[in-house]
Every structure is written in C-alpha cells, then in structure tokens.
C-alpha cells in the first residue's frame, strides 16, 4: 500500500501543482484584465472629454451657420428689394423713353409744319410785294 499511498500523494502533489499553476494563471489574467479596465477608463474620460469638444464646436459651428443663414436671407430679401427697384425703374424710364420719342415726333412735325407756313408766308409775302 506504500506504493499505491505515494502515487495517490504524487498525483495528489501534481494535482495541486497543476492548480497552482492554473491559479497563477487566473491571477495574471486577472492583472490583465484589470490593467486592461484601466485602459478602458482613461480611453473613455479621453472620448467624453473629446465629446465635449465635439459637442462645443458643433453648437459654436451651428451658431455660426444660422448667423450665416440669416444674414444670407437678410442679403436676398435686399437683393429682392432692390432687383423690384430697377424693375420699376425700368418701367419707369422706358415710360421717358417714349415720352421723348413722342416729343421729338411731335417737335419734328411742329418743325415741318413751322417750316411749311414759313414757306406759304413768304409766298403770301412775295404775293403782297407784287400787287
């Protein structure tokens, strides 16, 4: 039985070798994991602090764009002020256009005529000389 007793108490020795060794695994796995959840924790307080920097240059940006908008939407409410504006001025000049269209025929039809009587009065002028 001595020999039975010393190969239950080797395979008992290398049982608890064996467990040791799965033990001091555990335990480095363990180190690993938790060194790795250190990581893991700075990683995350570097993202929400890059959140934040994100979340502060969007709403910065987004202040910006709608300052833009606005002021782009004030620039076509002038443009379409102004683009009315010539459009009646338009309107307006072409109506002086034909005024003084209308007024040169007219002076030049006065013209005629005043050149026409000027002609029949010298006549009536030679007419009157002569009697």
């Given at each position: 039985?001595?020999?039975?007793?010393?190969?239950?108490?080797?395979?008992?020795?290398?049982?608890?070798?064996?467990?040791?060794?799965?033990?001091?695994?555990?335990?480095?796995?363990i180190?690993?994991?938790?060194?790795?959840?250190?990581?893991?924790?700075?990683?995350?307080?570097?993202?929400?602090?890059?959140?934040?920097?994100?979340?502060?240059?969007?709403?910065?940006?987004?202040?910006?764009?709608?300052?833009?908008?606005?002021?782009?939407?004030?620039?076509e409410?002038?443009?379409?002020?102004?683009?009315?504006?010539?459009?009646?001025?338009?309107?307006?000049?072409?109506?002086?256009?034909?005024?003084?269209?209308?007024?040169?025929?007219?002076?030049?039809?006065?013209?005629?005529?005043?050149?026409?009587?000027?002609?029949?009065?010298?006549?009536?002028?030679?007419?009157?000389?002569?009697?």
């Open positions: 039985m001595a020999d039975e007793e010393k190969k239950l108490l080797a395979l008992m020795e290398a049982m608890f070798n064996g467990q040791k060794r799965t033990l001091g695994m555990v335990e480095a796995a180190e690993k994991f938790n060194s790795v959840e250190i990581e893991i924790t700075k990683l995350n307080r570097k993202m929400n602090g890059l959140h934040d920097i994100t979340v502060r240059q969007h709403s910065e940006t987004s202040g910006r764009l709608d300052a833009i908008s606005a002021r782009l939407d004030e620039t409410r002038l443009l379409d002020d102004r683009a009315r504006d010539l459009a009646r001025t338009q309107i307006d000049l072409a109506g002086q256009y034909n005024d003084v269209l209308t007024a040169l025929r007219d002076s030049a039809h006065a013209s005629r005529s005043a050149d026409e009587l000027g002609a029949r009065l010298a006549d009536v002028e030679n007419k009157i000389a002569h009697l």
